[in-house]
């Protein structure tokens, strides 16, 4: 029976269909904004595991009574753990399928919850490690609701953020939900807790009221911290509208008139001049830097088109790509939400992780989906035997932390051994070069956030040392760490560019022990958003100088020389290489000593195309090379492979086969791939 505090579930199931329920099963229907000049995703998404409800890996109904909820809204607490937060959630009395259906006496309706995890092996899904209790046993709502319709019906999280030790959450009050996709809200808030999300202060002033039209434009959000701000990126209730931006420092997050907006070529106070960022319609989103592409994700569902869908750019305020599908309501029917896990972004893994509900069972699932285009990282030798022919070299990046090679024969990569068992795990940037000048290759990882370490472990010639640390300020932030040689004295070095509206390039040089002293700027606007840089010696000076690929509107290739303390101006090499979405890499490919530049196409046409330094630029448009290597999803590198002094063309093609193949370079052209090894390079790895 119906109580005076809770509506009969009918009613709670029709209300929750209309607002956060299944996408409408639409055709698709065109989209605008720019096309992307090739797809980021290799396919559509696939299941890993579900997270909630009866017989998923975490047993949330019998642990928590928590059998059914949706959305699954993830952030990093700064602190090791990634927080999770439900939207509407139901205890033993749910029978579905939708929200809000059984009992109404039992159902036990929550109008949010909390977990938190600290699993980052996410190849077999996320665990749970607890959840916010109000009771032994029970999940809490972390957000107080009034559960009235027409009133206060319920509080949902639409996006969070952390800020140092202070957690914060978006959400909107729902006033009453209207037909599929569409609800109506009082206002949106943030909400901020000082103890790892164990209670909650919904801040009274900290709101963006929405107006008798329904229309404010920040009631659903989604929220990035980037260079000192937090972007807010808006929507109006429902699923029909655009995305609009603000941002606020990121030390006033609760104070609305800190916000400014943006209109298109400027932050204002007023959220009225805003122009939007991406065209709608678009539900409720999420946005995270992926340090794999090297650009700027968005992910939401396209009520319209039935589907989850991905959108990049190459700053927070875009210019956002065309749509590319991640799912379909063909696929998964009534699903809704995509909301990308914070550390899976953050790693070097072209693997993308993410939640997604589905309407029924009304459960959370934690989704992945491959990208391309990426490995944001410049060259990286890797001849770790001395005897001048590239090796092969993954990193489990894992709780294992395995790093395995196969040398070279000059004509396979033998076996596949095991030379250090703990290093570069997890979202850690693995790299390779030779950073005590002794001709063999080692290995070095940075760390990343907090502590911006960098790590060394020297290479024996059959294995790595134990790792050492180098640096203990290196590469912070969404930084894109490189190695190279760049004053010429035979020790690798390592440099980060901070890829951002700066542009900056610092370096911190080799001693053959460490990397000396606090890093220094070489370069004060190089590669800045968007763009993908590399080093490679291009004049042939025996300095590695540095290389952008511009990408995007012009996909011109600058180039800034190393004088042995800094980087030059830079300069125009080429105007039309290396397309967005393609895979541009750098190497002496014809033997003359210059590096050059060679791009893969890696989509169905698997081309590879090649222009040649002449130590003043590159030459050559539509010099291909090879016209079928390295298709989507696969990931391509350039390495000397036989010892001839010419970087050949290799591919792992990771996923079910996990093989290497090698394309021999004659100076003019590569040969045909041949398989090197059967078995390298699995998913989730991190191989070169």
Known sequence: MRTTRLPIAATIAALVLAGLGGAASAAPSGVSGPSPAALTVTGPAEKVAKLTGPGSINATDTRWQLKATDLGIMWDNGNGQVLTVFGDTFGNGWTGPGGGVGNGATIDWRCNTLVRSADRNLADGMTFDSAVLDRAGHAGTILPCKQIDNNEMTVIPTAAISVGSRQFIHYMSVNHWGDAGRWYTNYSGIAYSDDNGQTWIKDADARWQNTPAWDNRFQLGAMLRQ?????????????????WLARVPEGSVLEPTAYRYWNGSAWVTDQWATVP??????????????????????????ESRGALVLRTAPTPTGP????????????????????IHPWSADSDSP????????????????????????????????DFTGDHRSD?????????GDVYVAPSTGGAFAGGGKWHDWFAPFNETALTGDFNGDGRDDIATFTHAPLNDVYVALSTGSGFGAGAKWHDWFAGGNEIPAVGDVNGDGRDDIVTFTHDGEGDVYVALSNGTSFVGTAAKWHEFFAPWGEFPALGDVNGDGRD?????????TDDVFVALSTGTSFGAGQKWHDFFGLTGESPRVGDVNGDGRDDIVVFTCDTNADVFVALSTGTGFTGTTARWNDFFCTAGEFPYL??????????ILVFTQAATNDVYVGLSNGTSFAAGV??????????????
């Open 227 to 243: 260079g000192g701000f937090v972007y807010l990126y808006g929507t109006m209730n429902g699923r029909f509208g655009n995305t």
């Open 392 to 400: 092969v070299i993954t990193f489990t990046q894992n709780d294992l």
């Open 675 to 688: 398989k090197w090894n059967d078995f390298f390079g699995l998913t989730g790895e991190r191989e070169f």
């Open 639 to 648: 390495a000397d492979a036989n010892g001839d002094g010419k970087d050949d």
């Open 277 to 302: 960022v991406a065209t709608g319609p678009v539900g409720e989103l999420s946005v995270i830097y992926s340090r794999y592409l090297g650009r700027f994700v968005m992910t939401y569902l396209n």
């Open 351 to 382: 693997y993308l992780y993410f939640t997604m509900a589905q309407w029924d069972p009304y459960n959370v699932w934690l989704m992945r989906t491959k990208l391309t285009g990426g490995g944001m990282f410049a060259r990286s030798s890797t």
């Open 545 to 553: 100088d540095l290389i952008t690929f511009t990408q995007g509107s």
């Open 320 to 339: 956002w790509s065309a749509e590319e599908v991640l799912a379909t309501t063909a696929q998964y029917p009534g699903l809704y939400g995509a909301f």
